[in-house]
């Protein structure tokens, strides 16, 4: 199995494509980009990325609509709690040392793999956090897949009677 020996080999990939203005993990245009960000005592960011959008003014001008900043952490090895916890050190930075938080999105990007349940309910309750797991492929080299379509296969049934029966003892005063 072909797999990255350093975070540092995924980021080469990653920063190629960059080079030639495209985030290739979700298929973005980028118009500049930075690596290995030190933020002090919240840790080293891998990559920070920006993109511009312009637009004309009734008279013609050209003027920025919109610029978007986008925190990136690589990590060699499948989700972890750990993870979670470095790249929330960063949005802390961001969120504590500017006036209104300059980050539109946070990324993850972690190796395909088994990851525990409740671990991935937590990646998963995140709104800030978009996570994107690798795997290597024969015909197509490394593909990028959306973590957070992830769905457990959940027996209904039981949750709605595990619902009645929490809305009966706590809400109608009743026993379960």
Request: proline content about 0%.
């Amino acid at each position: 199995m072909i797999i990255f020996e350093s975070e540092k080999e995924l980021e080469v990939l990653l920063c190629k494509e960059l080079d030639n203005g495209v985030w290739i993990v979700e298929d973005e245009h980028v118009d500049c980009w930075q690596s290995q960000t030190n933020l002090g005592s919240h840790g080293i960011t891998d990559i920070i990325t920006s993109t511009v959008t312009m637009d004309l003014d009734e008279n013609g001008k050209e003027f920025i609509s919109s610029k978007t900043l986008k925190v990136i952490e690589l990590k060699i090895t499948e989700l972890s709690y750990s993870h979670l916890g470095q790249i929330s050190r960063y949005k802390d930075f961001f969120d504590n040392m500017t006036t209104e938080s300059d980050v539109d999105e946070y990324v993850l990007v972690c190796k395909s793999g088994d990851v525990d349940r409740d671990l991935m309910y937590l990646a998963q309750s995140l709104d800030w956090l978009s996570i994107y797991l690798y795997e290597f492929s024969l015909t197509k080299g490394v593909v990028f897949r959306d973590f957070n379509n992830w769905e457990e296969e959940i027996d209904w049934g039981k949750a709605e009677v595990a619902r009645d029966k929490i809305k009966a003892h706590f809400f109608n005063g009743g026993d379960v």
